[in-house]
């Protein structure tokens, strides 16, 4: 079989240098990217997966937020990929979303965001680099722990908002060591997680590369299982 393609979207300021990382990790695991963002054509009969990237803050009119004056926002990149996560899940195909991308997962299921997350957990303790240098605790009997492992992993930080109340047939799957969420995924298909680091510029960690590889394989099932059903709508047709 081909390398399954995933959609993967970008931030209009930072996608051109972001998604060529994001695409080094799909080929290392087996699949390839079709760039995706405001402005540009996303299609999800084209692909087999879904990568929502991380950038700009998501607004909080999505999830009844009060407005923060200073916040970078982009109005069309937020519904686009909140679109992209409703159809994703409504229709089966893989998703993993990455900083952003977690929080818009959460969002387009109905939960909301913490918009000043190291506020609310400690100005003191933030990390701001993409160098694995934050601890957290990846929760045992979750897919992330079947994915890379139960033991502590040591992610990076680039955030400023977090998941806060989960949105539907979502559950936490890490934390860092102040409570912070770090992680959340459905416990049932499709398959669909969310991390709040950036796994893209980890590339050299074996269990960064994994998380990739979990949503490459997904999605392959998923393209079999669509080939194989055509093929069998195909022959009952010159039947």
């Known amino acids: 079989m081909t390398r399954p393609v995933i959609g993967v979207t970008t931030s209009r300021r930072s996608g051109w240098r972001i998604f060529p990382l994001v695409n080094l990790n799909l080929r290392l695991a087996g699949g390839r990217g079709l ?6 054509p996303a299609d999800l009969d084209q692909v087999d997966g879904v990568i929502i990237g991380g950038g700009d803050d998501i607004s909080p009119d999505l999830y009844g937020g009060t407005p923060v004056i200073g ?3 982009d109005p069309e990149r937020d519904a686009l990929e909140r679109r992209l996560a409703e159809e994703a899940i409504a229709r089966n195909i893989p998703l993993l979303g990455i900083c952003r991308g977690a929080q818009m997962l959460n969002v ?6 913490d918009q ?6 400690g100005s003191d303790n933030k990390i701001r680099t993409i ?7 990846v929760l045992d009997k979750t897919q992330l722990a079947r994915i890379a492992g139960q033991e502590d992993m040591s992610v990076n930080a680039l955030h400023t908002q977090a998941v806060q109340s989960l949105g539907e047939g ?11 969420i770090q992680a959340v995924e459905r416990s049932r298909d499709p398959f669909a997680l969310g991390v709040q680091w950036h796994p893209e510029h980890l590339f050299y ?32 047709v010159h039947a």
Request: hydrophobic share 50%; glycine share 8%.
């Open 170 to 180: 979502l559950q936490v799957s890490a934390r860092d060591e102040f409570g912070m």
């Open 205 to 236: 960690a074996r269990r960064q590369r994994a998380i990739f590889r979990a949503l490459v394989v997904a999605a392959k099932a998923r393209a079999e299982a669509r080939n194989q059903g055509r093929a069998v709508r195909e022959d009952a």
């Open 108 to 113: 387009a299921l109905g939960g909301d965001l």
């Open 116 to 121: 000043d997350a190291w506020a609310t957990f």
């Open 35 to 40: 760039r995706w963002g405001a402005g540009r």
């Open 71 to 73: 916040v970078r926002l």
């Open 131 to 137: 160098l694995p240098r934050r601890r957290i605790d």
